[in-house]
C-alpha cells in the first residue's frame, strides 16, 4: 500500500518529453539494446542506430624512431607484429601505419607531425597503446581519444515499452526507437549543469557513467561536444535536467 504522500510531484523521468511544445520524433531502428533519454547516432545502416562510441583515437610519438627501435601498438587487445626501424624515420612511421592497418576492422592514416588517426571500421569502441624498445633512445608514445560519431537525437519515451525480465524499461535489438530531434526532453545527468553549460554526450562506459549520457565537459576525451542542443533547465548530479535539441 502507499505509505507516503510527497507535496509535490516528480519532474518527469528520463526520456519523457518535458512539455507539449513542438517536438520532432524520428523513427529508427535499435542496433543495441538503449536506454531511454540517452544520445543516439547513426548506426551500421541510415535505418539504425546506436549509442555513441569512443571510436577514433590519435596515437602520438614524441621523437623520431632511431635505428635498431622496435615498435609495439596494440589496437583492442590485438597487437601487430613489432615493426624494427628501417632505413629512415619517415619509412618505419609508413611501417607501423601499415601495419596497424592490416589488422582486422582498423583503419590508420597519418595526422599531423609523428601522430597517427587510428578508428574502428564499425565504429565501435577503440583502445589504443604503444611502445618503443631497443635502439639507443625510444619515442615516448601518448594516446588521446575522441569520437566520429555525430548525435542524430535522443531516445524518447513510448507507453509501448514494457520492463524487460531484469525490471528495466528501455528499447531491445530491433525495437523500433523513437528519437527526439527538435524539442525539450528530461534526461539524467553525470554532474551538475545549468542553463548556459555546453551539452556533451558520454562515448565509453566509465561506471556509474554510461555512454550516451549527457554532461557539461569533455571529462578527458571521453564525451563529446554536441551542438544543437542547450539546457533549457538544470539539474545537481545524478538528477532530471531538460534538454532543448534543435537538429537538422
Partial sequence: MQTSYPLYATNGMAGQLADCGFHDIVSYN????????RALVKGASETTVRLPNRNYATLTYDADFVASNSIAVTVNSVAITPVVYAS????????????????????????????????TDDKSVITVSSAVTLGSSQAGATVAYTSADVILGVSAHTHTLVQDANGVVQYAVYDTVNCLKKGRIYVTVEQDVATGDPVYMRTINDSPKVRGAFRKDADSGNALLISGANWFAGATSGNLAVLEFNLP
Fill in 88 to 119: 629512415s624515420h619517415a619509412a618505419t612511421f609508413a611501417a607501423v601505419i601499415a601495419a596497424i592497418t592490416g589488422l582486422t576492422g582498423i583503419t590508420a592514416v597519418a595526422g599531423t607531425g609523428r601522430s597517427i588517426i587510428i578508428t
Fill in 30 to 37: 535499435a542496433a543495441e539494446a538503449i536506454p531511454l533519454g
